[in-house]
């Protein structure tokens, strides 16, 4: 090895000369407030440690040269320097473990050639190493540094996690920065904008944006920043523009292997534009911007990503697949997305059974305007069955809190025209550990109410479909199982659970009812109704109403309060009556029967 190395003037560019290739071990050159240029076929090794020396690398044009475990760890003490810049065109192979952080806030981790005679250079990186690059405030992870126009990034392979300043893309410009194209051919590739900037593509502020945007291989995550709180605007794409600005055309093959979009919070859309300009986004050949937060492709029940600094598990309860919502210990998250779209229904009345693999407070949850807690099976007077629960929060209850317990079914109603709930607890985030028994994932049942027949209340934690042979379908032994009704038939009102039928189907983190034949525990991995024709048992009831009971007084006032169950989605729907109900749901037909507060006309 050769301890050669070659140092300019800090402030000197340098053009293409002839030099041989040489392996430098930066952890030894050059000194303080030098600078070493690269040229073709040169190696790096080696650690700078920002705080101790001030140098500056270049790469010069045409060159192609390799990190192999370079560290280079910017401090901001006002250095101008990013932690690696290239020249003119330049490649750069990955080998090993590689960090570049740049200096100074305004300048990027790997800085990207800016133009040159109306020229756009182009970075190309790949190489079976890693990559981390960031910012110490304003620059790129991978591209502009602070009001400095970039070049095209092209990466064809490597495990990249790139992290965005304040306005400024993972990979991508920076504020007031316009970047070139971007192409992802291969690679695991991670990207985090910071705030108002998106992961992949266009930074913050009118002056940001970057070209066309290709992905059409590799492993994509890319998240898009927030908007600052108190100060109004957007968040950014995942894969697109800032909160402003303007890229060009957005183009995702079906060769992708894996992308996840995270868009930043008010932003309209997880690929695409937010207030800035986007050209036509393509994403497996259909035209469109994509609104679904995240974008998953493929769909799984669960990912736990880092993009950044946190990590962020995410939770699909829209998930239709085989994969369970499953965790093999506790696992300790920053953030928690949950998604799952629940339809606007007239009057804002959209009811929903669901069931969280992390405990959480009702206020907590934005969106959520009520709360029932399952109790059990009931018998009326006229010896008929019910579901019986009860209302532990409200909105409205601003001194009262509820802990929603980890896996455990529950009854919710969404505020009017809400379609989403979102998390936003933020300390003591735990997945907790799924339930198992004997290799199976156990039974969430309620717990002093079960008093009629083997009925328990289940959440799943995998979606299923019944079969024609299923024991609940044929009733062997007297096993049943039931789901709200999704719609009124000539036989059938709204309002019930319905026997479970062949080709049933319930998605994740729902609840059913499920009576077994002999008193024992049963996995969880059931599923939802359509409703059977069969003859009725009774003992196993064709349907059942559900019914809020207000516990505290004599048992006597109940009142159905339940409407339509969307057996596909988990969805449901209030009766609409012009009854009105009262805090607890009772039903009031005269004042002596009032609690005090408000009252809701249906």
């Known amino acids: 090895m050769k301890n050669i190395y070659r140092v300019v003037s800090a402030l000197l560019f340098v053009a293409s000369a002839t030099f041989a290739a040489t392996e430098y071990n930066i952890s030894v050159y050059p000194k303080d407030g030098e600078a070493l240029l690269l040229e073709d076929g040169d190696v790096i090794y080696g650690t700078i440690d920002g705080t101790k020396r001030k140098v500056r690398i270049f790469v010069a044009n045409n060159a192609r040269i390799t990190l192999s475990n370079a560290e280079v760890l910017g401090a901001n003490n006002g250095f101008e320097s990013a932690g690696i810049r290239c020249l003119g065109n330049c490649t750069l192979v990955l080998t090993g473990k590689n960090i570049m952080k740049g200096y100074d806030r305004n300048f990027p981790g790997v800085q990207v050639p800016d133009d040159r005679n109306g020229q756009k250079y182009t970075m190309t990186i790949e190489g079976d190493g890693s990559l981390e690059a960031s910012s110490n405030g304003y620059g790129a992870g991978i591209g502009c540094n602070r009001y400095t126009n970039c070049g095209h990034i092209v990466i064809k392979s490597g495990v990249i996690k790139a992290t965005g300043g304040f306005t400024a ?12 194209n971007i192409s992802i051919e291969g690679g695991e590739i991670t990207a985090a904008g910071g705030l108002y900037a998106a992961g992949i593509g266009g930074g913050g502020y009118e002056e940001s944006g970057c070209g066309d945007i290709t992905i059409s291989g590799g492993k994509i995550i890319a998240m898009g920043g927030d908007e600052m709180p108190g100060m109004g605007g957007k968040g950014a794409a995942g894969i697109g523009c800032g909160n402003s600005g303007s890229c060009g055309k957005v183009t995702i093959t079906k060769d992708v292997a894996k992308v996840i979009a995270i868009k930043g919070k008010k932003a309209p859309y997880s690929i695409g534009g937010s207030d800035g300009l986007v050209g036509t986004v393509t994403v497996d050949d259909v035209e469109g911007s994509i609104e679904e937060n995240p974008f998953m492709r493929p769909a799984k029940a669960v990912e736990i990503v880092t993009p950044g600094s946190k990590t962020i598990g995410i939770i699909d309860g829209d998930y239709s697949g085989n994969e369970a919502v499953n965790f093999a210990k506790d696992t300790v998250v920053d953030t928690i997305i949950f998604k799952r779209t629940f339809p606007v229904v007239v009057g804002g009345n959209n009811y929903s059974t ?15 305007d009520l709360v029932f807690k399952f109790l059990g099976i009931g018998v009326d007077k006229s010896n008929n069955k019910y579901v019986a629960v009860e209302l ?19 009854l919710i109603k969404l505020k009017s025209q809400a379609t989403n709930i979102v998390i936003n607890k933020t300390t003591d985030l735990v997945l907790k550990a799924t339930p198992t028994e004997d290799g199976d994932f156990d039974v969430m049942q309620s717990d002093d109410y079960n008093k009629y027949g083997n009925y328990v209340f289940r959440g799943v934690v995998q979606g299923k479909t019944w079969d024609a042979n299923s024991p609940e379908v044929l009733g062997t032994n007297k096993a049943a199982a039931y789901g709200f009704a999704g719609t009124a038939t000539s ?4 309002g019930q659970f319905v026997k479970v039928g062949e080709g049933a189907f319930i998605k994740p983190l729902r609840a059913y009812i499920y009576k077994s034949p002999v008193p024992q525990s049963v996995n969880s991995n059931g599923a939802y109704v359509l409703r059977q024709t069969a003859s009725i048992d009774n003992d196993i009831p064709e ?16 009142t159905t309060v339940i409407g339509q169950f969307n057996s596909r989605t988990g969805e449901i729907r209030l009766n609409h009556t012009k009854q009105t109900y009262d805090l607890k749901g009772r039903s009031v037909r005269d004042a002596s029967h009032m609690a005090k507060g408000v009252y809701l006309k249906k």
């Open 543 to 558: 349907t059942m109403n559900v019914v809020v009971v207000d516990r505290k007084k004599d048992g006597e006032e109940q």
């Open 354 to 368: 669901i069931m969280f693999p992390f405990e959480i407070k009702a206020e907590e949850i934005e969106n959520l």
């Open 169 to 180: 893309a993972g990979i991508g410009s920076s504020m007031d920065a316009h970047g070139g």
């Open 491 to 494: 036989d059938i009102s709204v």
């Open 392 to 410: 532990v929060w409200r909105s409205i209850w601003l001194s009262v809190s509820y802990t929603m317990e980890a896996y455990k079914p529950y």
